[in-house]
Structures are given as C-alpha cells and as structure tokens.
C-alpha cells in the first residue's frame, strides 16, 4: 500500500533499482535466502498421546477391512447358492422336457392335437365370420342379471363364467369385468 500512495503522492514512474524501497518492488535473487535451500521441514516430535490415537485409528481400521472382507465372502457364498439353483432348475427342466417328449407321447401329441375350444352355441354363418346364438346369449345375460341382483361385481361375474368354463359370446378369450358391464347395461 506504501508503494502505491508513494506512487500517487509523486506522480513519477520509478526507474532502476532502489535500495531504499521494499523488496516487493526490487526483485533480486538475494531475496530468496530467507528460503531454505535443501532443508527440510522441521516434524513435530510425536507425543504418548498422539500414538495412542493413531492406535486406535489403525485399530479402526484394520476391524472395517476384516467386516468388509466378511461382506465379501458372504456375497460370493450367495451367488454361489444361486447359481447352483438355477443349475437344479435347468436339470429339472431338461428333464421333465426328457420325460414328456417320449417317443410314444410324441406319437399321441401328434394323433390327438389339442383343438381350439367351440361351443355348440357359437355357430359359424356363410361368410365365416363367428355369431353367438340368441338362446346363449340369453342364458348368459340371465346369470349376469342374476349375480348382480345378488350384489355381485362385474369383476366376480366375470369370475363365475370363467370358472363354469362358460365360453365367450364370441367363442374365445377370456370373460372380462368391462364386458360383463357393457352387457349388464346394453340389456337394462
């Protein structure tokens, strides 16, 4: 700051070197002897207490890497029971693969193959296309009025036709709650 106001208060730049300035100003290589030349840093001696400390951290220490270490085996001994389960899966699966798919079940597989589910109420027109009978759907909307006089939901009707293998108005798919209730109300 002295520099500056000295600076302002004279209006002049400075020339050259001046002894009677500070060294901030007049940088010589004799400004580094202050600095120590290979020496080094002087270490606080350790006292009892400071030694008791780092015991104690190392002590700390040593106890996490011996938790983590325990972590660790327990980690791999459950990947190790997991990838011996899905081992049993795969043998279990081959073989009841093996043991369906014999010669013989093979041949009755191929003499007796699983047919779509018909109903003698949905009949087939001309065109092909699938039209429910009048008497079925009669006879469902009968049980759906039924249930639903009895406080039943669309979701538990739905329920009961599936579980009466009651077959849809359009002979596949599964009965729905949102179907039961569009029927419900087309017939109110």
Do not use: C
């Not at 079925?136 to 249930?147: A, P, T, V």
């Amino acid at each position: 700051m002295d520099d500056f106001l000295y600076k302002l208060r004279n209006a002049r730049k400075k020339t050259g070197y001046d002894r009677n300035r500070r060294n901030q100003d007049n940088y010589s290589p004799r400004n580094d002897r202050n600095k120590p030349k290979g020496k080094k840093p002087q270490t606080l001696p350790v006292g009892v207490d400071h030694l008791s400390a780092i015991r104690r951290t190392l002590e700390a220490i040593a106890e996490n890497q011996k938790q983590m270490m325990a972590a660790e085996r327990q980690r791999r001994n459950i990947e190790e029971r997991k990838s011996r389960a899905l081992e049993d899966i795969v043998r279990l699966m081959d073989r009841q693969v093996r043991e369906d798919v014999t010669p013989a079940a093979a041949d009755e597989d191929r003499r007796e193959a699983p047919q779509p589910r018909e109903s003698a109420a949905v009949k087939a027109n001309a065109t092909g296309s699938a039209k429910p009978s009048r008497a079925h759907r009669e006879r469902i909307l009968k049980i759906i009025h039924g249930l639903r006089e009895k406080g039943q939901t669309y979701e538990g009707i739905a329920r009961h036709l599936e579980t009466q293998n009651i077959p849809t108005l359009s002979g596949r798919g599964k009965w729905r709650s949102q179907t039961i209730y569009r029927l419900y109300k087309e017939s109110v």
